[in-house]
T-cell receptor
Framework: DAGITQSPRHKVTETGTPVTLRCHQTENHRYMYWYRQDPGHGLRLIHYSYGVKDTDKGEVSDGYSVSRSKTEDFLLTLESATSSQTSVYFC??????????????FGPGTRLTVL | GQNIDQPTEMTATEGAIVQINCTYQTSGFNGLFWYQQHAGEAPTFLSYNVLDGLEEKGRFSSFLSRSKGYSYLLLKELQMKDSASYLCAVNHNQGGKLIFGQGTELSVKP
């Protein structure tokens, strides 16, 4: 299994508070991704990173920001959490040049509840 | 636009064979992935197709037809532990970004 951890694994917060989720990898993979998973929508890409300090938006990026100052860490921040951001958040990593390029390996997920 | 369709739910019997279909319409194509996701867990990689044809891996096989925008995942000798959600995802550009379908919830019954 790919070495990916996410913290916290569960979080309950209140509307309007800032929240930061952390993804940490030990695989030295170049690409990292943040998804959210909601019933009826499947996995949707929030932001992704193709290297240190190189990030770009996904399809549902509004209300989220990211940072990657080290290869191993990718942070997702909700500047002011809203109830619509209640979801399960997954981090994923991938590396070009794998036997199956672009295969994404997922972390265990963070369940976030915004009251 | 980008669209990936798969059935929402399927039910099958232990020991049987089940086929989960996926159709896609995307602006580009660089491969199709199948993932398995048990309830409350992370998705795990099952298979990858980039050329037309069948890829077999033990009890699981995956088929791709690029001209038809169609793939299926075939599960043989079903076991109770195969009860899970199966996600179809398309890599639609060189950047490695995946577009996921909503997933098919498979229930295997005795």
């Amino acid at each position: 299994d790919a070495g990916i951890t996410q913290s916290p694994r569960h979080k309950v917060t209140e509307t309007g508070t800032p929240v930061t989720l952390r993804c940490h990898q030990t695989e030295n993979h170049r690409y990292m991704y943040w998804y959210r998973q909601d019933p009826g929508h499947g996995l949707r890409l929030i932001h992704y990173s193709y290297g240190v300090k190189d990030t770009d938006k996904g399809e549902v990026s509004d209300g989220y920001s990211v940072s990657r100052s080290k290869t191993e860490d990718f942070l997702l921040t909700l500047e002011s959490a809203t109830s619509s951001q209640t979801s399960v958040y997954f981090c994923a990593i991938s590396e070009m040049g794998d036997r199956v390029p672009d295969t994404q390996y997922f972390g265990p997920g963070t369940r976030l509840t915004v009251l | 636009g980008q669209n990936i369709d798969q059935p929402t739910e399927m039910t099958a019997t232990e020991g049987a064979i089940v086929q989960i279909n996926c159709t896609y319409q995307t602006s580009g194509f660089n491969g199709l992935f199948w993932y398995q996701q048990h309830a409350g867990e992370a998705p795990t990689f099952l298979s990858y197709n980039v050329l037309d044809g069948l890829e077999e891996k033990g009890r699981f096989s995956s088929f791709l037809s690029r001209s038809k925008g169609y793939s299926y995942l075939l599960l043989k000798e079903l076991q109770m532990k195969d009860s899970a959600s199966y996600l179809c995802a398309v890599n639609h550009n060189q950047g490695g970004k995946l577009i996921f379908g909503q997933g098919t919830e498979l229930s295997v019954k005795p």
